[in-house]
């Protein structure tokens, strides 16, 4: 690569970089909690950041990247949320306090932004090699559409993770423990703490959800950058978005519906990219119509404080 082309990559990296250092380094020494206003603001202040960047991706790679920018990060955005379902599963199941929350979600967060670029180098060169593979991440979305409609949604079972069954093995485990360390020494051995177990079941959760999410952004561009940008963007703003929305993630029934939609719209497009050229502008209003109506459609089934409806059997 020449300066010119390393030039975005040192920018976008140093600025995640600065971000990162000042959210554990600065912020997070404030409190050890964050309240749901503190969290909304910080969600507003995530998304807005994403969204903006899409103007130095429009001025260093052009319009029809920034369009594909967007796309990507909407489409993480929007399986981002999927994730939420699992953290607050995987720390109710664990009994991790909520002042706790906030360490395993921000080296979750750090884990997941190294496995997406490695996923995501690794996917374009697969597929500038190999262009066949591109049906077979067709075929792969397609297929988790379908399972998203079947089990509505995302399913999670921290003592079934296989990670956390080796680690469980490997090391012993202090499950009465409740501070704030990943490790602890007790009777002169080295053990793991439920905060360990919590970001070993977070990171492995994040490996299945990449296996979903690149192939998704792939469809929508071809490009390293936009496509990796697009998904560290969407996954910075994770942590405050888990806080704003932890009481009321139960209301978003209806989200796997919309996200089912997408995931098999750009899988279709994949497998048909031979045959037919869908512009992005096009895949940009798919997702903000599907993802949008999804999430109107679960506030207003949820509203009132009528709990939340299971949506009906596929296929009944």
């Known amino acids: 690569m020449t300066v010119a082309q390393l030039t975005p990559w040192i920018v976008f990296l140093g600025g995640v970089a600065a971000l990162l250092i000042l959210d554990i380094g600065v912020l997070g020494r404030r409190s050890e909690t964050m309240t749901t206003r503190s969290a909304l603001i910080w969600s507003a202040v995530w998304i807005s950041l994403g969204l903006s960047f899409s103007l130095a991706v429009w001025a260093w790679r052009g319009g029809g990247a920034a369009q594909e ?60 090699r190999f262009e066949w593979v591109i049906y077979l991440f067709g075929a792969l979305l397609v297929f988790t559409a379908y399972r998203l409609i079947r089990s509505h949604g995302v399913q999670a079972d921290v003592e079934r ?88 993630l139960q209301r978003f029934a209806y989200l796997s519906w919309g996200l089912a939609l997408v995931l098999g719209f750009v899988g279709v497009k994949m497998l048909l990219s031979q045959v037919v050229h869908v512009p992005t502008y096009v895949s940009l209003s798919v997702i903000v119509v599907a993802v949008g109506g999804a999430v109107l459609v679960s506030l207003w089934m949820t509203r009132g404080g009528r709990g939340t409806p299971l949506p009906p059997e596929a296929g009944a």
């Open 161 to 248: 993770n296989p990670l956390v069954r080796i680690a469980r093995r490997l090391f012993p485990v202090d499950i009465e423990y409740q501070g704030n360390a990943f490790t602890v020494r007790k009777a002169g051995r080295r053990m793991l703490t439920p905060l360990m177990i919590a970001l070993v079941a977070v990171e492995s959760a994040d490996v299945v959800f990449a296996v979903d999410s690149v192939p998704a952004v792939l469809a929508v561009t071809d490009d390293a950058f936009v496509a990796f940008t697009s998904n560290v963007a969407a996954i910075l703003g994770l942590r405050a978005l888990y806080f704003a929305l932890a009481g009321s």
């Open 69 to 128: 920018y967007l796309a990507g990060y909407l489409i993480e955005e929007s399986l981002s949320i999927d994730n939420l379902f699992v953290f607050m599963i995987v720390f109710s199941s664990l009994g991790i306090a909520l002042r706790n929350q906030r360490k395993v979600l921000f080296w979750g967060i750090f884990g997941a932004i190294v496995m997406r670029g490695a996923f995501i180098l690794v996917g374009v060169s697969i597929l500038e």
